[in-house]
């Protein structure tokens, strides 16, 4: 049962020190801010798990765990705790595998509400149930003001993956098709939007979304999916190199076959960036051999995460270059690994 607001034993609106100090403070802010609202399974120091899943003969266990210290915490379209949950359960479903548990580690700083800590935990609890994981464990320390930057979140992710599939970068062939599920660079240009840097004249959502659901709808119309990667830090090109360069191919794109929002091309055009390399996090790409594309494509696009779907392009025999891209003009473009940041602090 979530505990009542109306008898919070909490005292003030901040965060404090003691909050960190291991005593009657820090239990009361984290069993009214997080395991109140988690309900993590027991109340050890360990969570005990078990899933049929993992008895299937030839079944893998699947581990991921990544850290978040997104600025600002709250943007369109989502949250530090949002891209937290759907960022793991992104890394561990684009492997083939079935998300099941999280893990959540929280950094906070001395002086961060009480009601902003509220509104992140709410949102990776609607997160973690709409993908159908559970967070069982945690842990939340307190720093000194100036030591971090309001707070930052770490989470692990467990998942099987089931008997017979493998999929991976090595495993794409020339011929193979491309596909994304949807437009690219709405989280990076949010993020640069909630900053103030960029006054856009139509708002960006972020696209943070968790893609766990979309990834069984796709091996399950085309079992012969060959790899995927979430397009997240480097973007599209980024994922795009890695993957050519593991599998041994060229990856041919055509520049007017990769969706851009006409605000997020125009952002770009301003501000001498390549949307080719914008954060998502709610965005990835697919290999499918060409005879299953159409049936991977007519899945995801009756899915709210996948209704923008489309093909960019296809694997070919390697060349020089691991990604190029075909222009208007009739000419070719290099699509190189991303140089530097285009935007810190993105995820």
Known sequence: MKMDRSISRLRGDRVTLAHGGGGRAMRDLIEEIFTGVFQPP???????????????????????????????????????GKIAVCGTVNDLAVGGARPLWLSASF????????????????SMAREAE????????????VVEKGSCDTVFV??????????????GAAK????????????????????????????????VQSDCAALGHLMEAVLE??????????????????????????????????????????EVRGMCEILGLDPLYLANEGRLVLFVPEAQAEAALAVMRRLPEGEGS????????????????????GGTRIVDMLVGEQLPRIC
């Open 130 to 141: 709409a993908a159908g994981v559970a967070i069982v464990t945690g842990d939340t320390k």
């Open 172 to 203: 794409i062939r020339p011929g193979d098709v491309a596909i994304v599920n949807g437009v690219l660079g709405d989280h990076g240009a949010a993020i640069l939007a909630a900053r103030g840097d960029l006054a856009l004249s139509t708002p």
């Open 42 to 80: 027991g109340n050890e120091d360990q969570a005990r798990l078990t899933s049929a899943a993992l008895q299937e003969p030839g079944a893998q266990l699947a581990f991921t765990t990544d850290g978040y210290v997104v600025t600002p915490v709250e943007f369109p379209g989502g949250d530090i």
């Open 154 to 167: 770490t989470t692990s992710g467990v998942g099987v993956i089931p008997p017979g599939r493998d999929i």
């Open 107 to 122: 950094i906070i700083e001395e002086g961060c509400e009480f009601d902003l800590l509220r509104r992140i935990v709410a």
């Open 221 to 262: 119309a085309a079992p012969d999916v060959r790899a995927a990667r979430d397009a997240t830090r480097g973007g599209i090109a980024s994922a795009l190199n890695e993957m050519a360069a593991e599998a041994g191919v060229t990856v041919e794109l055509r520049d007017e076959d990769v969706p851009v929002r006409a």
């Open 310 to 329: 489309t093909v960019i392009g296809r694997a070919v025999e390697a060349g020089r270059i691991p990604v190029l891209t075909r222009t208007a003009f």
